[in-house]
C-alpha cells in the first residue's frame, strides 16, 4: 500500500530556531519522488522542496532541506532559522512511479507547525 | 505567469442544487488535477487529466461527481446534486510532467458549503 505519515499533528518552534517535521512512507516502488507543501491560513498549498528516490544527495532550497534516510523511508522537512511567517501547516507528500501509479500524489494527513516570538 | 485559477473562492449552496467548480491550469501544464481536503480524510486526489483527457477517476466519489476538460485552458468539477457532506475545499493543480522536479502547482481552492 502507498502510505505517507505524519505522526506530529501539532509542533512549536521558538523564532530563529531549527525545526524537523517527521515524515514517513510506505511504497513498494523503486522509484518515487517525495515533496513538502506548506499550507498556510489562508488556505493556498504552497510547493516547498522535492527529492527523487534515486537523488544521492538531500534537497535543499533556501531555508528549506530534506532529510532524506531511504533505508528508513524517511523524509522529514528540517526549516532552519524560523520565521512567524512559518506558522502553518505543512504536508508531505510522495508520487510512487510504478504502473498504476504514476500522477497520484498522496499526502499525509499534514503537521500543524507555530513559530512563538 | 497567474498560476492555476479557481473559481469561485467560496460558494454556499442547498441541498439538492446543481455546484460548478471552474478551474484554469497554467499554460503549457499538460497535467489537471482536482483534489479535495476534508479536516477527516485530508486530501484525496478525485481525478487527473493528461492532455484533456481524464486519466483516473477511481477517486470520484460516487456519479454525483463528474469532471470535464473541454480545452488546454479549463477544467469544471459538477456536483449534481450536491449533499452536506460533499463541503470541503476542492483543489485544482497542474503539472508540466509527472515525474522529476515537478511539484503540482495548486489554485487557491473552492471552499464549497453545502447547507
Known amino acids: 500500500a502507498q502510505k505517507i505519515t505524519q505522526t506530529q499533528p501539532g509542533m512549536f518552534v521558538q523564532e530563529k530556531e531549527a525545526v524537523t517535521l517527521d515524515c514517513t512512507y510506505d511504497?513498494?516502488?523503486?522509484?518515487?519522488?517525495l515533496f513538502w507543501y506548506k499550507q498556510p491560513s489562508s488556505g493556498e498549498m504552497i510547493f516547498l522542496i522535492y527529492?527523487?528516490?534515486?537523488?544521492?544527495q538531500n534537497a535543499t532550497e533556501g531555508r528549506y532541506s530534506l532529510n532524506f534516510q531511504k533505508a528508513r523511508k524517511s523524509a522529514n522537512l528540517v526549516i532552519s532559522a524560523s520565521q512567524l511567517g512559518d506558522s502553518a501547516m505543512y504536508f508531505c507528500?510522495?508520487?510512487?512511479?510504478?504502473?498504476?501509479?504514476?500522477?497520484?500524489?498522496?499526502f499525509g494527513q499534514g503537521t500543524t507547525l507555530q513559530v512563538k516570538p | 505567469d497567474a498560476g492555476v485559477i479557481q473559481s469561485p473562492r467560496h460558494e454556499v449552496t442547498e441541498m439538492g442544487q446543481e455546484v460548478t467548480l471552474r478551474c484554469k491550469p497554467i499554460?503549457?501544464?499538460?497535467?489537471l488535477f482536482w483534489y479535495r481536503q476534508t479536516m477527516m480524510r485530508g486530501l484525496e486526489l478525485l481525478i487527473y487529466?493528461?492532455?484533456?483527457?481524464?486519466?483516473?477517476d477511481s477517486g470520484m466519489p460516487e456519479d454525483r461527481f463528474s469532471a470535464k476538460m473541454p480545452n488546454a485552458s479549463f477544467s469544471t468539477l459538477k456536483i449534481q446534486p450536491s449533499e452536506p457532506r460533499d463541503s470541503a475545499v476542492y483543489f485544482c493543480?497542474?503539472?508540466?510532467?509527472?515525474?522529476?522536479?515537478?511539484?503540482?502547482?495548486f489554485g487557491s481552492g473552492t471552499r464549497l458549503t453545502v447547507v
Open positions: 493543480a497542474s503539472s508540466p510532467k509527472l515525474r522529476g522536479n515537478y511539484g503540482y502547482t
Open positions: 511504497t513498494s516502488d523503486p522509484s518515487y519522488g
Open positions: 527529492q527523487g528516490s534515486y537523488d544521492q
Open positions: 507528500a510522495m508520487r510512487p512511479h510504478g504502473s498504476g501509479n504514476t500522477g497520484k500524489l498522496i
Open positions: 499554460s503549457g501544464h499538460d497535467y
Open positions: 487529466f493528461n492532455n484533456n483527457v481524464p486519466i483516473d
